[in-house]
Nanobody, 127 residues
């Protein structure tokens, strides 16, 4: 398994930007697909974005398309989520996840599709 630690969350005004970072341990990072999920209070954890092992394949939830960008740096064992044009409804705890699997564009992924998880980082967007 891979160990994951998220950072970069915080409080931002609507329309602002944040970049989340997920640092992974282990020598096999490049063999994992990576994803970001989020969970708002009282709601289930939902898919945000995923990237394949090479960084070429990505998939996004409809709610974040055109605003969020997922990327990875295999030399640094790191995955990023650049979030622009943030909205109050983006407020949630954001989680990084990893799994040895393929990522297909346009596919919605579920909690059960990923086996390794970080502890999460809080993102709060004020109106």
């Amino acid at each position: 398994q891979v160990q994951l630690v998220e950072s970069g969350g915080g409080l931002v005004q609507a329309g602002g930007s944040l970049r989340l970072t997920c640092a992974a341990s282990g020598r096999t990072f490049r063999s994992y697909a990576m994803a970001w999920f989020r969970q708002a209070p009282g709601k289930e954890r939902e898919f945000v974005a995923a990237v394949g092992w090479s960084g070429h394949s990505t998939s996004y939830a409809d709610s974040v398309k055109g605003r969020f960008t997922i990327s990875r740096d295999n030399a640094r064992n790191t995955v990023y989520l650049q979030m622009n044009s943030l909205k109050p409804e983006d407020t949630a705890v954001f989680y990084c996840a990893a799994e040895r699997r393929q990522i297909y564009s346009g596919t919605y992924y579920y909690y059960s599709d990923f086996g390794s998880w970080g502890q999460g980082t809080q993102v709060t967007v004020s109106s």
